[in-house]
Structure formats: structure tokens, C-alpha cells
């Protein structure tokens, strides 16, 4: 089972930061959150993860709350490109790798 | 780098057919994930992968699918035989499970099978 909460749809301007609200209120210590998207008929690709600090790479930014039940993905600047389905997931590195997604955020970046 | 790589990319066949899908996985990668993803649904695992070794099957309908991972580098999905309810995407994924690092799961783009 999922162990996270996101809305099913969300719209964005492009060009404006786009933040994607998951909820994981039964996270574990030794969980991570990991955040991945998928657009249209392509395979899930990889975006940020992290365990309790706030960390940025080049696609985004993930905002974890100081009690770790929560987390936000921001997209700085939206572009059409991406709009996507994106999973929020907590995975126990040290329980198999496994990833299970739930359903998802639907984003449409709109014009 | 290739990435992870998957054939066919579509598959139409009738019920009661079989059907196999292959993945290469990315050179290096240990750790190999075949997905089933419904349309407007998650992905869902249907086993795992570590080299050449299935460590986790428990999703995996075996009365109908197997797998199978020669030499712990590629693999093969297979379905006999198909019943209209196996329309999905397959996925198929692989990861570095080195100590002490973590680069993600690489997904391929997917087999669309669609059973009429």
C-alpha cells in the first residue's frame, strides 16, 4: 500500500513555481521520500529524494516539514514540459529498494 | 548511455495468446523491476530482481506470468496465456544497489499490451 497523499489534480501557470503538496503523516525514520514523474507515455523518471533536510537539484526542490509527515515539490519556473503525472513515495532504503507508487498528482502547466 | 531499454513497444494480440517482453537493463545496474502500470493507476511491482535471483515475486500471478533473468543481465516478461485483463503497460526497471549510495530507480519507456 501507498504510504503517501497527494491531490489528484493540480494546474499551474508556466512560468510560475509550481508546489506539490504529499502527505506521509505515518513515515518512518528510515524513510525516504522520493519524488518521480511521469509524462505521457514514457516510463517514470527520477527527480529528488531526501530524508529530513531540504534539497535542491537542477529539476527541483523538496521542501520537508521539521516533523517529516509532510513535503512540498516545487518546480521553480513551470514549463509546458512539465506537465506530468508526479508520485511522491517514502521507500526504506534498507527494506529491498522497493518503490510503490500510489496515484499520483496529475500537473497541467497551462499557457 | 542507452538507458533502459524495452521491446516491443506495442502489442496487440487476442486471448488465450501468449506474449513475452524483453528489458535490457543499464550496464552495471543489479537490480532489475518489471512493473504492470493500469491506465490511471501507479505502476505496481511484479517482481524484483537481484542479479540473476527473484527475491521478490509475491505480486506476480504465476499461474500465467513468469520471468526470467539470464546471467543477471537481461530479462524476459511472459504471459500465457493473455486474458483481456492483462491490457497494461509493462515497465521495466533497473538499479545500482551499492552501499552507502542511491541513484534512483531507471525506468525503460514500456510495453503497451493490449488484449482483444
Known amino acids: 500500500d501507498a504510504k503517501t497523499t497527494q491531490p489528484p489534480s493540480m494546474d499551474c501557470a508556466e512560468g510560475r513555481a509550481a508546489n506539490l503538496p504529499c502527505n506521509h503523516s505515518?513515515?518512518?525514520?528510515?524513510?525516504?521520500v522520493y519524488w518521480y514523474r511521469q509524462i505521457h507515455s514514457q516510463g517514470p523518471q527520477y527527480i529528488i529524494h531526501?530524508?529530513?533536510n531540504n534539497e535542491t537539484n537542477e529539476m527541483a526542490s523538496l521542501i520537508i516539514t521539521e516533523d517529516r509527515k509532510s513535503s512540498t515539490l516545487i518546480l521553480p519556473h513551470a514549463t509546458l514540459r512539465d506537465t506530468a503525472v508526479y508520485y511522491c513515495?517514502?521507500?526504506?532504503?534498507?527494506?529491498?529498494?522497493?518503490?510503490?507508487f500510489g496515484g499520483g498528482t496529475r500537473l497541467m502547466v497551462k499557457p | 548511455e542507452a538507458g533502459v531499454v524495452q521491446s516491443p513497444r506495442y502489442k496487440i494480440i487476442e486471448k488465450k495468446q501468449p506474449v513475452a517482453f524483453w528489458c535490457n537493463p543499464i550496464?552495471?545496474?543489479?537490480?532489475l523491476y518489471w512493473y504492470r502500470q493500469n491506465l490511471g493507476q501507479g505502476p505496481e511491482l511484479l517482481i524484483r530482481?537481484?542479479?540473476?535471483?527473484?527475491?521478490?515475486d509475491s505480486q506476480l500471478p504465476k499461474d500465467r506470468f513468469s520471468a526470467e533473468r539470464l546471467k543477471g543481465v537481461d530479462s524476459t516478461l511472459k504471459i500465457q496465456p493473455a486474458e483481456l485483463g492483462d491490457s497494461a503497460v509493462y515497465l521495466c526497471?533497473?538499479?545500482?544497489?551499492?552501499?552507502?549510495?542511491?541513484?534512483?530507480?531507471?525506468f525503460g519507456s514500456g510495453t503497451r499490451l493490449t488484449v482483444v
Open positions: 526497471a533497473s538499479s545500482f544497489g551499492g552501499t552507502g549510495v542511491d541513484y534512483g530507480y531507471t
Open positions: 505515518t513515515i518512518s525514520g528510515n524513510e525516504y
Open positions: 531526501g530524508l529530513k
Open positions: 513515495i517514502v521507500r526504506d532504503r534498507n527494506a529491498g529498494n522497493m518503490l510503490t
Open positions: 550496464s552495471g545496474h543489479n537490480t
Open positions: 530482481y537481484e542479479n540473476e535471483e527473484a527475491v521478490d
